[in-house]
C-alpha cells in the first residue's frame, strides 16, 4: 500500500496536473457542436426540398433527420444535465493551495 502512495504518478494521472474545467466554456463548445450538426442536417433538407440529380433520396433524408436530429437533441439533453451539475458543485479549494498559502503567510 505504502508503495503504490510513494511512487511517482503518471503523466496525466495526478490530480494537480488537471486542467479546471469551466462548465460555462464547455458548454459553449458543445452548444457550437450542435448548431454544426444542425446545419449539416439543414443542408439535407434543403438539398431534398430543392430536388435535382444530386438530391438525397427519402431513405437518406429520414436517416440524416434520426442521427443528426437526435444526435444533437441527445447532445443537448446531456450537456445540459452536466452543465447543471458542474454548476451545482462549490468549488473546492485545492488542499496543496491552502499549505502553500499557510506556508507565505508564515515567511511573511
Known sequence: ???????????GQSSNNRRARNPNGVMGFRMAAIFVVLYMLYQVVRDYIKGGPDAPSVFLLILAIVVLGGGSIGLAITSY?????ETKKEPEEEPE????????????
Open 97 to 108: 493551495a491552502e499549505e502553500e498559502q499557510q506556508a507565505e503567510e508564515r515567511d511573511a
Open 81 to 85: 444535465k452536466l452543465w447543471k451539475d
Open 1 to 11: 500500500m505504502d508503495e503504490e502512495k510513494n511512487r511517482p504518478e503518471e503523466k
